[in-house]
T-cell receptor, first 115, second 111 residues
Framework: NAGVTQTPKFQVLKTGQSMTLQCAQD?????MYWYRQDPGMGLRLIYY???????DKGEVPNGYNVSRLNKREFSLRLESAAPSQTSVYFC??????????????FGPGTRLTVT | RKEVEQDPGPFNVPEGATVAFNCTYS??????FFWYRQDCRKEPKLLMS???SGNEDGRFTAQLNRASQYISLLIRDSKLSDSATYLC????????????FGAGTILRVKS
């Protein structure tokens, strides 16, 4: 039981390049999330998917797109990377119907640098 | 004003000390409250939920004051392994069970 996995762990991009961050969970959770974490800012929600087939914007969606490929997988795409997108990206999942109703489980993160 | 505010610290304490962190939140509609722990360069993990009546888990005690909109975490008999960043987190039902995170309070426990 791997929990939440993310790839890649590290990435360096040049301004204008594109890439997709992959996330998968094996806990059969309905909801999945993408956050970014910057020093002094806390985690900020980029996009989330309340259930398979739905996605919605969080508080900082500009410059990103997402795909909920199936119940397990939720990817985050940067179409044209900018230096302001240098950050640590975390994927998380939760099951609002579960026992610990609001606990979110996080992946290990992707450290992205845009030069 | 940030929705969840925490003293960033760092709090430097000796082993065995008692340390307390406070957190304030601005949205009175917040319904659920948590403390997460984040080790250096790792992902956040749930430490404990915070209930209206207060709750304890071993050396950790969490309190909620809805009237003043603040949450506290007390750590007794600090261990070196408690060194981490502690994130105050509130939930709102809108936006698909969204969690709003504070920026965190750094704790360093020294021998």
């Amino acid at each position: 039981n791997a929990g939440v996995t993310q790839t890649p762990k590290f990435q360096v991009l040049k301004t204008g390049q594109s890439m997709t961050l992959q996330c998968a969970q094996d806990m059969n959770h309905n909801s999945m999330y993408w956050y970014r974490q910057d020093p002094g800012m806390g985690l900020r929600l980029i996009y989330y998917s309340a259930s398979e087939g739905t996605t919605d914007k969080g508080e900082v969606p500009n410059g990103y797109n997402v795909s909920r490929l199936n119940k397990r997988e939720f990817s985050l795409r940067l179409e044209s990377a900018a230096p302001s997108q240098t950050s640590v990206y975390f994927c998380a999942s939760s099951d609002p119907l579960g026992d610990k109703t609001y606990e979110q489980y996080f992946g290990p993160g992707t450290r992205l640098t845009v030069t | 004003r940030k929705e969840v505010e925490q003293d960033p610290g760092p709090f430097n304490v000796p082993e065995g000390a008692t340390v307390a962190f406070n957190c304030t939140y601005s949205n009175s509609a917040s319904q659920s409250f948590f403390w997460y722990r984040q080790d250096c360069r790792k992902e956040p993990k749930l430490l404990m939920s915070v209930y209206s009546s207060g709750n304890e888990d071993g050396r950790f005690t969490a309190q909620l004051n809805r009237a003043s909109q603040y949450i506290s975490l007390l750590i007794r008999d600090s261990k070196l392994s408690d060194s981490a960043t502690y994130l105050c987190v509130v939930n709102r039902r809108e936006y698909g069970n969204k969690l709003v995170f504070g920026a965190g309070t750094i704790l360093r426990v020294k021998s």
